[in-house]
């Protein structure tokens, strides 16, 4: 199965409504990244978040590695928000590459 | 800001030929990658290079191989593309001591 499961695949928002991403990990993991992908283009690290909580503007991550789970809040969206939200792991230690989930389609309406 | 050099951004060919596409980056980075992304937004690995080191996804097909002159550098060439092979190709990199990924813009591949 998946080792990496985001919910949900698609999000339709209002804007200024709040949204809240989910990723959870089927195995233990090092640590764990968000990106964001703008349509038709490159892919943007937002966090890098081995544990805990990190914010950056209207965005907050939140991964609590025992329950092999991460959040991503958007606050206030914006139009500009729309595009895909990836979350990738890093399996133990031992292990070389990330494992990336399938994604979250954000559409934020004006 | 990108730190990440793609080149190109677009090929288009036909199936037999080769293709070969460029990465550079300028962060000084000790690791790159290769991903390829699939059309349902899929990303997984192909390749992860240091300048010790070259880890290869063993389900990556022998016509694809990496070609690196530097740490600075790592290209991607395929011999013999197939349909298959369309997608985008995603280069990345990252310094060992954090682990976070950077990546560059992507270059999309379509095969005739």
């Known amino acids: 199965g998946q080792q990496v499961q985001q919910s949900p695949a698609s999000l339709v928002l209002q804007e200024g409504e709040n949204a809240e991403l989910q990723c959870n990990f089927s195995?233990?993991?090092?640590?764990m990244q968000w990106f964001y992908q703008r349509p038709g283009g490159s892919l943007v690290s937002l966090f890098y978040?081995?544990?805990g909580t990190k914010q950056s503007g209207r965005l907050t991550s939140t991964t609590v590695i025992k329950e092999r789970r991460s959040s991503l809040h958007i606050s206030s969206s914006q139009t500009t928000d729309s595009g895909t939200y990836l979350c990738?792991?890093?399996?133990?230690?031992?292990?070389?590459?990330?494992?990336f989930g399938s994604g979250t389609q954000l559409t934020v309406m004006p | 800001e990108t730190a990440v050099f793609q080149t190109p951004n677009y090929h288009v060919t036909q199936v037999g030929n080769e293709v070969s596409f460029n990465c550079k980056q300028t962060?000084?980075?000790?690791?790159m990658y290769w991903y390829k992304q699939d059309s349902k937004k899929l990303l997984k690995i192909m390749f992860s290079?240091?300048?010790?080191?070259?880890?290869v996804n063993e389900t990556v097909p022998r016509r694809f191989s990496p070609q690196s002159s530097d740490k600075a550098h790592l290209n991607l060439r395929i011999k013999s593309v197939e349909p298959e092979d369309s997608a985008v190709y995603l280069c990345?990199?990252?310094?060992?001591?954090?682990?976070?990924?950077?990546f560059g813009e992507g270059s999309k591949l379509t095969v005739l």
């Open positions: 990345a990199s990252s310094s060992s001591n954090t682990g976070q990924l950077y």
């Open positions: 962060l000084g980075h000790d690791t």
């Open positions: 195995t233990s993991l090092n640590s």
């Open positions: 990738a792991m890093e399996p133990p230690s031992g292990s070389w590459q990330l494992i």
């Open positions: 290079y240091n300048n010790k080191q070259l880890i």
């Open positions: 978040n081995p544990s």
